[in-house]
């Protein structure tokens, strides 16, 4: 016997599909990524443009076309066979899915204007200056020669003269001697590495001694020091004299400066960030890292949520 056809006869709309739900997963993934690092992030672009396209793909293929085709018209049923006969569907009846299409695009579209209008900006001035260096002008602290060996100063200097006084750092200088020929300095930064409050050298400052100078392209005041340790004094944070940190709140070691010896003078050309240092003065061993903002953590298990900070 035949079995007459039913529904599976008639067109229907596609099945379900899965693509929206891996378009999801890859925008998931991507975010994810944007803590946690680039390889992550390109896995999620991937994924959510694959299925992204696929999901497209479907909407707007020949299988949906034939789901938004309008059904036949129902064609009236003769009173002879079973129940009422049904009158055909007008034209108006037909007309309403294209309008019914036509609002729900829009109204996604819209929604998702308003979204990215609402979104983008917010996201932008939370991760654009990630991936947007400073500028950093070299600043000359003076001759070598001004930095005895083995003593410390405390120098503070305009990083950009134009700038102003916003531009004004400190840091700790103390030349080690040489090694294998070279000058060797330690140049500590200030910025605590907890809030960025500014340390303080824990000792005696010989204030009669301080010099200000001008230099190739800023005003520069050194001033000698005798410190046996740095604090801060926000929330009592402690250094050792290699920026250790000995105490407190602190998540690593004190930034340092970079620096290079030109026709006897000495620039600061850049900083970096300082897990620990073992040993010290020439001899030290430095584990660094690119300069993170105070409060990130640069080693250990807690950095991994710290892959990438602001570049400065
Ligand atoms: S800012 Fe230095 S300990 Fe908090």
Redesign the pocket.
Known sequence: MVEPHGPEQQPHAPPPSLWPVGFAVGVAVLLTGIVVGWPVAALGAAIAIVFGFLWVRDLTGPAAAAGREPPPPVGARPATEAGHALPLADEGEIERFPRARFLEGATLGLSGLIGGLITLPVAGFAIVPTFVGQKHEDVDIGELDTFPEGEWQVVTFMEDPAEGEVSRRTAYVRNNGELEGQPSLTVLSNR??????P?QPSGLLDEDASETVETSNTVVTRIPATPAAFT??????AYDLEGNRTA???VRGLDRYEYEIRDGRVFLVGAYSVGSVQGEGKEALIKRYDLMN?GLHVDGPSAIMYPIGPRR
């Open positions: 605590c590495a907890h809030l960025g409050c340390v801060c004094p926000c929330h009592g944070g407190g709140p602190p105070p």
